[in-house]
């Protein structure tokens, strides 16, 4: 193993000498440029992940506008603090924060206890354990949760990133749009599922008689049943 990692960074050294040797820097631009090929010799490409069925959540919080900017943050925290805790008891995987808002999935298997078989009874029971947290916590006061789910066909991917310290990780198609949707029409505290996600629920239960569904117009996709 140790010779493989010498003889990939001879590869990579030789590969960083040519680049020298070709563009001459003269300047700052130069530099970059050279600094952009660089990312390109040593940044690794992992290749995408792909699952033919796998539940992805939407989760927004809601924090009350007269909340000042000081006491919003430290609720936000505290609001991750739960959500962190939440996601460990139950392995369900985190794909990204943006703002207000939180991306998760289950059914990946990218942790032992990530079954594809348990994917939404555990996407759900993660919801239904941060919403009576959040509800029970007197600090927490003025702070809501919403949350939108869908499952289907979902492809995850990690995207280098030269301008910040933090990779970024993505899901791609459309069922992390889907279940966005469904989180853009959830109502404060509730918890919206697509009708393949309230019927991939109904399976994991062992029921077979399907859940009373909700027909609604939705953005970009039409008449929907949720």
């Known amino acids: 193993d140790c010779e493989q990692h010498d003889a990939s960074w001879t590869t990579h050294l030789d590969q960083w000498e040519r680049i020298i040797e070709e563009y001459s820097p003269q300047d ?11 990312d390109d010799v040593f940044t690794p490409r992992a290749e995408a ?18 909340i000042t900017p000081v006491d919003a943050q430290q609720r936000m925290a505290l609001v991750h603090s ?29 942790t032992e206890d990530d079954g594809a078989d348990t994917q939404m009874l555990r996407i759900v029971a993660f919801a239904m ?4 947290m959040v509800a029970e916590d007197e600090r927490l ?45 959830a109502l404060p505290g509730g918890i919206h599922l697509t009708d393949c996600s309230a019927m991939r629920m109904r399976k994991e239960q062992g029921e077979e008689s399907l859940p009373p569904m909700h027909r609604m117009t939705v953005k970009g996709l039409g008449e929907v049943n949720t």
């Open 129 to 132: 354990h941060a919403l009576q």
């Open 28 to 38: 700052a631009k130069d530099w970059e440029r050279m600094f952009c090929m660089w």
């Open 141 to 185: 006061e003025g702070v809501q949760l919403r949350f939108g789910v869908a499952t289907g066909s979902i492809s995850v991917a990690f995207i280098p990133a030269r301008t910040s310290f933090v990779p970024n990780v993505c899901a791609f198609g459309s069922i992390p749009n889907l279940a966005a949707r469904m989180l853009q029409t």
């Open 49 to 66: 992940e792909v699952y033919i069925e796998a539940t992805i959540l939407f989760l927004e919080v809601q924090i009350n506008d007269q």
């Open 82 to 110: 739960i959500i962190e805790s939440a996601m460990d008891a139950l392995a369900v995987r985190k794909i990204e924060t943006r703002y207000n808002c939180c991306l998760c999935m289950t059914g990946t298997e990218f």
